[in-house]
């Protein structure tokens, strides 16, 4: 499966961006998506997750209430919604796939596509 992230750019604190992640080459409805993020010098970190159909999400603390992941299977695309945007927000993000559950381990996604910049101005 090949993943195509897009919809980052520049914008200012308390903004919105909408993040997309694409999927072709597999049945994306039975995959589990994640996204997860990299701050220059930091390790890249879980920041939200969406199971095969679904039914569960996950959020890491820092976006909870903020952030909102969704999929739209007939379209082989996932989403980020990402609202209130922080300075610490910014990031090259990343989605991942992985069969049927989501997890907040970035070792257990098998494929990934090329991030999208996100930087927050304050």
């Known amino acids: 499966v090949q993943l195509q992230a897009s919809g980052g750019g520049l914008v200012q604190a308390g903004d919105s961006l909408r993040l997309s992640c694409a999927a072709s080459?597999?049945?994306?409805?039975?995959?589990?998506v994640g996204w997860f993020r990299q701050a220059p010098g930091k390790e890249r970190e879980f920041v939200a997750a969406?199971?095969?159909?679904?039914?569960?999400?996950y959020y890491a603390d820092s976006v909870k209430g903020r952030f909102t992941i969704s999929r739209v299977d007939a379209k082989n695309t996932a989403y980020l919604q990402m609202n209130s945007l922080k300075p610490e927000d910014t990031a090259v993000y990343c989605c991942?796939?992985?069969?049927?559950?989501?997890?907040?381990?970035?070792?257990?996604?098998?494929?990934w596509g090329q991030g999208t910049q996100v930087t927050v101005s304050s």
């Open positions: 991942g796939a992985r069969p049927y559950r989501a997890t907040m381990r970035e070792n257990d996604y098998d494929y």
């Open positions: 969406i199971s095969w159909g679904g039914g569960n999400t």
């Open positions: 080459g597999r049945t994306f409805s039975s995959d589990a």
